[in-house]
Nanobody
Framework: QVQLVESGGGLVQPGGSLRLSCAAS????????MGWYRQAPGKERELVAT???????NYTNSVKGRFTISRDNAKNTVYLQMSSLKPEDTALYYC?????????????WGQGTQVTVSS
């Protein structure tokens, strides 16, 4: 089992910045992808950014140039630095970890952290 604990959400004015963190604990395989998804009210959950242990980051178009995903493999922690925030970034942000082992994919989700961008 894997547990994910998120932190860093909150209320910020448009143009502001926030940093989300997600610490994973438990049986973390070496081959994995860590990332962030978000879900706004009345909308489906969407990918924000993902990052494997060896590859380049992947971002949804709407956050490119504004958000940066990074990870500390020694701490099994993934971060999302969000800058130039817009009201449309308001959503519940979920941490996600995908583990790959013996042809199986194991998918884990955090409880979500609220990000609200408003003046």
């Amino acid at each position: 089992q894997v547990q994910l604990v998120e932190s860093g959400g909150g209320l910020v004015q448009p143009g502001g910045s926030l940093r989300l963190s997600c610490a994973a604990s438990g049986s973390i395989f070496s081959v994995n992808i860590m990332g962030w998804y978000r879900q706004a009210p009345g909308k489906e959950r969407e990918l924000v950014a993902t990052l494997s242990g060896v590859g380049s980051p992947n971002y949804t178009n709407s956050v490119k140039g504004r958000f940066t995903i990074s990870r500390d493999n020694a701490k099994n922690t993934v971060y999302l630095q969000m800058s130039s925030l817009k009201p449309e970034d308001t959503a519940l942000y979920y941490c996600n970890v995908k583990l790959f082992s013996a042809g199986n994919i194991y998918d884990y989700w955090g409880q979500g952290t609220q990000v609200t961008v408003s003046s």
